[in-house]
């Protein structure tokens, strides 16, 4: 098994090996076009995003800059929407569902290196799933964790550390991340905490 299958299969591998270190700087490279387009040219952002992206759905948007190592082990479904700043360390599998709104400055790490000392020397690595489910809407400022699954129609509240996973239909936020209380359909009629839709 080399690095990148070791990589993929969630086992302590190390990046500079195995043509990694060379994916890296394919994905550095379409980075780059992306992030420093110029205004006038914004309708080439969906196709050069399809080509960062391992799999896209339609009406993806990514708010340059934008960050990520291999692109192609990122996968969003349709009506994606991220704002400035997205960070997404996708050494391990990075799952988005459909219609999911990713307010500015969020960070999502896969990535992770040994607690021990000696271990990390090693220069060993791993890279750890991460699920956001259909519907979620992540405020700005949060980090997600390897291993972590965010359960469909979630609101993750501005500032959060998702460390553990977090169940459908609740709003939930801070450092940790806990469930504050569930979505319910008497939420349906406010914008915006006791402020009701006047349409």
Request: net charge negative; proline share 6%.
């Amino acid at each position: 098994m080399n690095q990148k299958e070791r990589m993929m299969a969630g086992l302590p591998y190390k990046a500079w090996l195995d043509g990694l270190e060379e994916e890296r700087m394919a994905c550095k490279q379409k980075l780059c076009e992306f992030n420093l387009l110029p205004p006038g040219e914004s309708a080439k952002i969906p196709g050069l995003l399809k080509d960062i992206l391992g799999k896209a759905g339609e009406n993806v948007w990514i708010e340059a800059p934008f960050h990520c190592d291999y692109g192609w082990n990122i996968e969003v479904g349709e009506n994606f929407f991220a704002n400035y700043n997205l960070t997404i360390l996708d050494v391990g599998k990075v799952t988005i569902g459909a219609d999911v709104q990713i307010a500015p400055n969020v960070s999502i790490y896969t990535a992770g290196h040994p607690v021990h000392p000696e271990s990390r020397r090693t220069g060993y690595e791993y890279g750890i799933p991460i699920t956001i489910g259909d519907d979620v809407w992540i405020g700005g400022n949060t980090v997600i964790l390897p291993g972590v699954t965010i359960g469909r129609g979630s609101v993750i509240g501005a500032g959060s550390v998702v460390t553990k996973d977090l169940p459908e239909y609740v709003i939930a936020a801070g450092n940790p991340c806990r469930v504050i209380r569930t979505i319910t359909e008497a939420d349906r009629k406010f914008y915006y905490k006791d402020q009701e839709f006047d349409l």
